[in-house]
């Protein structure tokens, strides 16, 4: 059995930053891409950014410049530093990792969701 489990959502003003958390637990043998993705009310549910084992990176258009995802391995953790918000960025944000359990079989899971709120 594998958990991600998501903090640090919440309520920011314009021009203000977030930083997401999440951490994966569980039966892990390896975990390769980790990325979050993000749901607005009424929208699909799109990727936001990604990351490989290696490190390597890439962004949606729309948060290239502000937002930067990194990955700690040893602890099985992939961040989201959010900064220079606004209000198109409101939206339930998803953790997702591939992730290579103890029997090597790889399976693609999916953190609870923790919503972010740009508002004034």
């Known amino acids: 059995q594998v958990q991600l489990v998501e903090s640090g959502g919440g309520l920011v003003q314009p021009g203000g930053s977030l930083r997401l958390s999440c951490a994966a637990s569980?039966?892990?043998?390896?975990?390769?891409?980790m990325g979050w993705y993000r749901q607005a009310p009424g929208k699909q549910r799109e990727l936001v950014a990604a990351?490989?084992?290696?490190?390597?990176?890439n962004y949606a258009d729309s948060v290239k410049g502000r937002f930067t995802i990194s990955r700690d391995n040893a602890k099985n953790t992939v961040y989201l530093q959010m900064n220079s918000l606004k209000p198109e960025d409101t939206a339930v944000y998803y953790c997702?990792?591939?992730?290579?359990?103890?029997?090597?079989?790889?399976?693609?899971?999916w953190g609870q969701g923790t919503q972010v709120t740009v508002s004034s």
């Open positions: 997702n990792a591939a992730i290579v359990t103890r029997s090597r079989i790889e399976y693609r899971y």
């Open positions: 569980g039966s892990i043998f390896s975990i390769n891409a």
């Open positions: 990351i490989t084992s290696g490190g390597s990176t």
